[in-house]
Nanobody, 114 residues
């Protein structure tokens, strides 16, 4: 099965930046790729998605601060996060698709705190 490995999370001060990476062992991001996050006690939510033609959909809470990109040759999707806020604190999950199956990363913790 396809394996996804996330990296780039950590502790950052408000206003800081992080870049998350998600590398997959197969071509699961070519048609669709997304980032989700889940804060403690809250439901997992879609942060941003990108589809084949490059169209993107960002959650209102991150619009203008976060940017998704992908490198299909490397089977990797990225999330650049700028101007981070404490409310961005969550576990972030990358998401792709292989045929009819969802493929999820293991999650990486992002903590925004002074």
């Amino acid at each position: 099965q396809v394996q996804l490995v996330e990296s780039g999370g950590g502790l950052v001060q408000p206003g800081g930046s992080l870049r998350l990476s998600c590398a997959a062992s197969g071509s699961i991001f070519s048609i669709y790729a997304g980032w989700y996050r889940q804060a403690p006690g809250k439901q997992r939510e879609l942060v941003v998605a990108i589809i084949r033609g490059g169209s993107t959909n960002y959650a209102d809470s991150v619009k203008g601060r976060f940017t998704i990109s992908r490198d299909n040759a490397k089977n990797t999707v990225y999330l650049q996060m700028n101007s981070l806020k404490p409310e961005d604190t969550a576990v972030y999950y990358c998401h792709g698709r292989l045929a009819e199956y969802d493929c999820w990363g293991q999650g990486t913790q992002v903590t925004v705190s002074s």
